[in-house]
């Protein structure tokens, strides 16, 4: 019976009122008519229901945890948003207790979780969005979508080793 307003994080390192934060959600904003623009530039034609190149229908695997109804709900809500710009979505039945393996051998396409909050926000910087060690090719392996972003990984080191707390937000 007790109402919240319920706000959108909006960041992914800073919790709302706290020092440093600024919602950059509209960076990635809700555009389907963008998200089709970019499919057909990469070649993904619409074909029925579905984009189809090269004879392969675009197919994404969501892995669910089964008995989540937060992730129930997030699968459903994502396939339904896909389906409307012609991506299939296989909603693939996940234990819970079978998340860490899933994370660890990168067998999903997309999966919904979320890190314990911290005090400490950007402590786990290179572990999360990084590679393994400085300089290395391979990513942490925390680092469940194995993107290495070479700007990011300039900016670890001094966030790393800085200090001063404005300078280093």
Do not use: C
């Not at 934060?21 to 057909?40: C, M």
């Not at 029925?48 to 129930?72: C, F, H, M, W």
């Amino acid at each position: 019976p007790v109402q919240a307003d319920s706000v959108m994080l909006g960041n992914h390192f800073f919790m709302p009122g706290q020092p440093g934060y600024k919602d950059n959600s509209g960076d990635y904003k809700y555009d389907p008519k963008a998200a089709e623009k970019q499919l057909e530039d990469a070649g993904w034609k619409k074909q029925g229901d579905y984009r189809i190149k090269d004879g392969k229908t675009l197919t994404v695997n969501y892995a669910q945890l089964t008995g989540v109804p937060t992730s129930e709900n997030e699968g459903a809500l994502f396939k339904q948003d896909m389906a409307k710009i012609g991506v299939k979505v296989n909603l693939v039945n996940t234990p819970s207790s079978d998340m860490q393996k899933v994370l660890t051998n990168h067998s999903f396409d997309v999966i919904a979780f979320t890190w314990q909050g911290t005090p400490y926000p950007m402590a786990n910087v290179r572990q999360i969005y990084g590679a393994a060690a400085e300089g290395s090719k391979k990513p942490s392996q925390s680092n469940f979508s194995q993107i290495i972003d070479p700007e990011v990984e300039k900016l670890i080191p001094q966030i790393d080793t800085e200090m001063d707390v404005n300078k280093r937000r």
